[in-house]
């Protein structure tokens, strides 16, 4: 018997049908069977599906004699299933890899509930990816099992089938089927969900919910839409059969009013002429389910009307939010009105010599480089006041205590950067407040550079997509230093960057810690973590990819490196900064993080924490690399994917051919490099010692000093390394005199 019966109607599909098929045929967990339904489908599915059938025996074409509709489709093939959980999955949809055994183990975990409800993401056709809006819902209901009654907030998911797989057992002893016509998952979910006595979370991204331009069924204009309302009718009377459930109306008939509006107002539902009547219909059935003492408030007000009141108030509403945009852009107008005269009027004022601001990753907070040089300047030159420019509150309550802070773009944003003398940032400052003469900028960056930059991405244009380069070079030209921490460093910046600024052999001060670490450094991450004392800690930091909308790509099959990297070693992962808020975690690592699996370190504020914590790096093409060499510890590159990466992106090296550590070109090589000990055999240390040599040429432990003294105080100070300088484009003196 086997544990998954996946069930997949077919109807006008032939182009989407064979990804929908590979994707469930190509999942690394094979305990299933597939059930596709051709509902007489008058294109080319019948054929895949036994094309399909003739090369892989999990799969079984089941060929309607006519067309019956998805619902009924999915009735014929209940019978045919044998497995534990029932799985219907739309045929132009798509599961993501690993979901099945994601769910197989969810179901185990959990002692084989009723009904396991996952995450899903909207795929665009367009090309843009956007996760379900509700994915906490699922988090916050992840600890065992539980009833609608006990987690009513469950109703609030999409009401749909395909996110939720169902125990067989309890699917036949119910006798749920599905309705004909329109909207059919409505009178199926409601009771299922309201019936089941265990229903289980997973907090993944299991299934791509496949967007189309046109040709999905509830985007067709059309009469048939009126079905909502015999499904909520089927609704209604099965809790009218089950007293027990009776205390759900109202929660039921609210529901039901807020889709039946939601449809209405959509503009390709329903034909003009028939919304007249559908509005109608939707009230009476709204006033015949009305539970007595029910409140109507909000939105469902609109139904105790009649359709001219509900036309006049949707126009109404609309007119309101376009008034309120006007207003509100009208305000900002006048605010940076203000601001810009404000600006001018002190533009020609005397600068403050002790008055430093400081920003980082686009005003998140006190992080990286800026961060430790504004450390550094309270320790050795208390008297300059650093302000940090943070864009909002949020990011403000994470200011360590007694960082002064002032919100991006107020006026009092203003009136300091007007008199401000030195700017500190590792992201270009916005093009408003303008630059005053005098005042100093301080260009930290974000690291070595491998992958191509500014100017650079001109021969890029996937790689540019969005990002305005003549912008960037004008605000770059703001720059008077930029800081680098080797040769390689300088030479890419002043090539990337044609601008006019001094490039400093400072070194990098996020890595002055990495380069003299304390005694305990990173035992407070191990210990926030839970990891285990004595464990080996495997820190897997992979980058974003240019040659995918979105830029995530699993490179790495999170839960099978770990299991391969055996007892006594812990596997974080830490995501690019920019995947961190999209659906690149939902696609496992969050459940994986959830089930002890790994740790998730995306969150952590502070990477050099991160670094410190860890024994070995796992990376491909991050600026991560470049950090992690200081602290003279074990890196492996894992570039499966080089070519691509190089193509679309573009590096200024070959990190294969120079590497800091073993490379592997596939996950077998991987594991290899661990379960033989070679990740840290002579031959590693050998590559991290030519890769040392050339990268962390600038880096003493006393890059935050050199840039206070230097830049700040007008000191000398010993010049890292004793290397030549070569100046920038608008270089003077050197300001680090050699040791």
Known sequence: MPRFSIIVPCFKVQGFLAECLDSVLEQSYRDIEVIAVDDCSPDGCGAILDEYAARDPRLKALHLPENVGLGRARNAGMPQATGDYLFFLDSDDTLTPGALRAMADRLDETHDPDVLVFDYARTYWWGGTRRNVLADVLAEAAEGTFTVAERPEILDLLMVVWNKVYRREFVGKNGFEFPPGYYEDTPWTFPVMLSAERI?????????????????????????????????????????????????????????????????????????SDKREFFRRTTELFREHRPAGAAVDGELRLLEGGYAAYVMKRQAARAGREAARRALEARRATAARVKRGWAALHARGTLDPDLALYSAFSHRGALGDPAAVHRKAREIAPHIRGVWVVRGEEEAALLPDGVEHVLLDSLRHHRLAARAKYFVNNVSWPATPVKQPGSVHIHTHQGTPLKYMAADLLDKPGARHGVDVPQMLRRADRWDYSLVANRHSELVWERAYPCHFTSVRTGSPRNDVLVDPPEDAGAGFRARRGIPAGHTVVLYAPTRREYVRGGHVDRVDLARFAQDLGEGRTLVVRLHPTLATGPARGLGLTDLHRRGVLVDATDELHVEEVMLASDVLVTDYSALMFDYANLDRPIVVHADDRAAYAASRGTYFDVTAEPPGHVSRSHRELARLFASGAWRDEESARLRSAFRER????????AAERVVRTLMLGEDMPHPRSAVR??????????????
């Open 695 to 702: 990268f962390c040429e600038f880096e003493d432990g006393r």
């Open 200 to 272: 289980a979370t997973l907090d993944r991204i299991c299934l791509n919910y496949r967007q189309r331009r046109q040709g999905n069924i509830l985007s067709t204009t059309s009469r048939k839409h009126f079905d909502i309302h015999d499904q909520y009718e089927r609704v209604f009377a099965f809790v009218d059969s089950r007293p027990e459930l009776a205390c759900w109306r109202p929660c039921l008939h609210r529901k039901m009013g807020e889709h039946c509006l939601d449809i209405l107002a959509k503009p390709d539902r329903l034909p003009p």
């Open 726 to 739: 070569v100046p920038g484009p608008a270089a003077g003196h050197d300001l680090l005199a050699s040791s």
